[in-house]
């Protein structure tokens, strides 16, 4: 495949999933038949839109619009909205690419998309963010729908943006469809959607560990991040019995020997939204390294001594060196809360040293198998509780492990769970391709 220096994250992850499907493939001539690989990095369709607003000062802004519509041979487009500037095309794509493997993962009918902007939420007031995301929808309203295209947040869009994006397609369209989710609780959300993927990412690392005879109880964890992902990840390991004891976000590196004080975590980034360093301000025993004092190889957070490790920031996040000074240290078990956080030589040192990787597009799939759920409880316009909300997410991870266990164990590698979940990912969606003809 021809490389363009403008999607090296979207090789990135076709490469990790076309050298799993080898073992596949080499047994499988009905998908070479059909061409289903040609057709499966092919996204079905990909929507790019200006997205013009006016900031505080009354300057007018502009920044760029994507949404992917990638696969949907298993149901309506289903994928997060990012807002960050590193964002672009090959970014959205990867995301969308990784997302149809972990939807089939789920078990659930849903295909796979994403979107988001290059908008930089940071320092921008509630109202410059009302206004951007007014503008945002104006455009995407046109694209999605309850049964064919279902956004929901990512980096940077948590429920105060569903919020105003929502407010404005029911405007737009004068219609109170289950058309995003993540929603409030108040008009549509479904409990636990919040907690969603760090809760599962911890589920996804227990099962893990279960499955050798241990468990998550008194394990010291690293995780990385501090936002949605993170926050609820850092809540699970405590229920379980676990002590996390970092956090970082985009100036550095938070490490409290005690344990993070979470309600200090959230009282700082999910309402003031400041920087990590203001821990320090109640907690003087804690270190907090800036990222301008990182190893030049990697980053601060995986050089502590911990028992398991969840990278929940962001791609490429754990480094080839990263991975060898966490194995040296001992570490013997990593859940990615986040998506391909951990470089291809980061993944190789992991499974040379066998050790239990889950990786992102299995071990973090919990949120969007929630946000079927809610979308489900909107369609039959009942809510569920919390438990029982809970414990389907709880059943829906460890069938997932089970799927990519079992099919790592059907091609002779049972610790690879990475080649588990590609091939039983990319089988569900391919088989349905297949019988659905050539479209
Ligand atoms: P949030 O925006 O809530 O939090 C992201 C966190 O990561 C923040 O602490 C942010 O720092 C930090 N961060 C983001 N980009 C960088 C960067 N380039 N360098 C250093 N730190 C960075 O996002 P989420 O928690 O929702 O998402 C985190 C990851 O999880 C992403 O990979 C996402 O795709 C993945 N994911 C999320 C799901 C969800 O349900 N939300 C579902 C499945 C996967 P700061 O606080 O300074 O902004």
Redesign the pocket.
């Known amino acids: 495949m021809a490389s363009s220096p403008a999607q090296t994250e979207f090789y990135q992850a076709v490469e990790e999933v076309l050298e799993s499907l080898e073992p596949l493939l080499a047994q499988s001539p009905q998908y070479q038949k059909n061409h289903i690989i040609e057709r499966m990095v092919e996204p079905e369709r990909q929507i790019m839109f200006r997205v013009p607003w006016v900031d505080d000062q009354g300057e007018v802004r502009i920044n760029k619009g994507y949404r992917i519509e990638f696969n949907s041979a298993l149901g309506p487009y289903k994928g ?1 909205l ?1 807002f ?1 500037p ?1 964002v672009n095309a090959g970014i959205i794509k990867f ?1 969308g690419f990784e997302q149809i493997f972990k939807n089939a993962l789920t078990g659930l009918q849903i295909g796979g998309g994403k979107g988001g902007s290059n908008f930089d939420p ?1 320092g921008r007031s509630d109202q410059e963010i009302m206004r951007f995301c007014q503008s945002f929808m104006t455009e995407l309203y046109r694209h999605i729908g309850p049964t064919t295209d279902v956004p ?7 429920a105060r943006e569903i919020g105003y994006m929502f407010g404005q397609y029911k405007r737009l369209t004068g219609r109170y469809d289950g058309v995003l989710t ?1 929603k409030g609780l108040l008009w549509g959300g479904s409990l636990v959607r919040k907690e ?2 760090g809760y599962g990412c911890v589920y996804f690392a227990q099962n893990m560990l279960e499955s050798a005879g241990s468990s998550l109880a008194g394990k010291t964890c690293l995780v ?7 926050i609820y990840t850092i809540e699970k390991l405590y229920q379980l019995g676990a002590k996390p004891v970092t956090a ?4 550095g590196t938070l490490f409290d020997a005690k344990g993070i004080d979470l309600a200090l975590l959230k009282e700082l ?1 999910e309402l003031k ?1 400041v ?2 360093q203001h821990y320090l301000e109640k907690h003087h025993h804690a270190e907090f390294t800036p ?1 301008n004092e990182y190893p030049e190889d990697g980053h601060a957070v995986w050089r502590y001594q911990a028992d398991a490790a969840f990278p ?4 490429n ?1 754990l480094t080839e060196s990263d991975a060898k000074a966490l194995i040296a240290n001992n570490c013997r078990c990593i859940s990615e ?5 951990s470089t291809p030589e980061a993944v190789e040192i992991f499974l040379e040293n066998k050790i239990h990787y889950g990786p ?1 597009k299995a071990a ?2 919990g ?2 198998a929630t946000s079927q759920l809610e979308m489900s409880q909107n369609a039959s316009m009942q809510q569920l509780s919390f438990e029982q909300v809970e414990s389907r997410l709880k059943e829906i991870m460890h069938d997932i492990h089970q799927r990519c266990s079992k099919t790592a164990t059907e091609f002779g590698q049972p610790h690879n769970l990475v080649l588990g979940a590609n091939i039983a990912g990319f089988r569900r969606v391919a088989d349905a391709m297949i019988e659905q003809g050539v479209v």
Not at 152 to 158: E, F, P
Not at 225 to 230: L, R
């Open positions: 997060g990012r960050h590193s995301l940071k929901a947040g990512d980096i940077g869009v948590g993540g969603a993927t990385s991040g501090a936002g949605n992902v993170a970082t976000d985009s100036s980034k939204r920087s990590l990222i929940c920031a962001t791609q996040e809360g986040a998506n391909m956080p992102g973090n799939a949120g969007v």
